[in-house]
């Protein structure tokens, strides 16, 4: 790649580290820039203006021009590598897998993380501690299912590794950092995460 993009995060989010791994992975250089979510820096005028006017990160710089979505930045970042497989149908069910984790992974596994962590219980809403049961129960859904898939199979798209591993392994080997889901339970998970973090050119995770 010619350019050296920019990746605006906040370094503790497993979405922004999904695009670190996937550049480390690469040996793909990035520059980075730090903003406090808890400080509401993503939502002033000039973050808005300049960079996500939806006032989330991580977003992805590449020159001139802004990517925000974990997943795509990722994308960006491995098309034609060995993180994407080159069969058409094995592309298709790596994007399957992507959507899973934004869809059935993230809104539960990582936000019942965030809440435990970051919030703490003592600030909870009504509405956070009544779906905090729902949230974890569909976790536990989620990871189930991960661990049914990688019982047969040794990653999640294709042969080898992918962004579509890359994108569910962020927050799945973190998950027990919010108490409600142990990793004990899903034995094929615990495999494939001591197999991506086997990986020549893995990052561990700042938090």
Request: hydrophobic fraction near 45%.
């Amino acid at each position: 790649m010619s350019e050296r993009p920019i990746l605006h995060e906040y370094a503790a989010s497993a979405n922004c580290y999904k695009i670190r791994l996937t550049a480390a992975l690469l040996d793909q250089p990035l520059d980075r820039r730090e903003y406090d979510i808890m400080k509401g820096e993503t939502r002033t005028p000039a973050f808005l203006e300049q960079v996500n006017a939806n006032g989330r990160i991580p977003v992805l710089q590449i020159g001139d021009r802004f990517l925000p979505e974990s997943n795509a930045a990722c994308f960006w970042l491995a098309e034609g590598t060995r993180l994407v497989p080159d069969d058409r149908f094995d592309r298709a069910d790596m994007l399957r897998w992507m959507f899973f984790e934004q869809y059935n992974h993230e809104p539960n596994v990582a936000t019942v993380r965030f809440w435990m962590r970051w919030v703490g219980e003592e600030n909870f809403t009504d509405l956070q501690r009544a779906l905090v049961p729902v949230k974890q129960e569909a976790g536990k859904a989620a990871l189930a299912l991960m661990d049914e898939h990688l019982a047969l199979h040794q990653w999640f798209a294709g042969q080898s590794l992918s962004i579509a591993d890359i994108a569910l392994y962020a927050y799945t080997h973190v998950a027990e950092d919010s108490g409600l889901f142990s990793l004990a339970d899903y034995p094929a998970v615990q495999a494939w995460i001591a197999k991506v973090e086997s990986t020549p050119g893995f990052a561990p995770f700042e938090t």
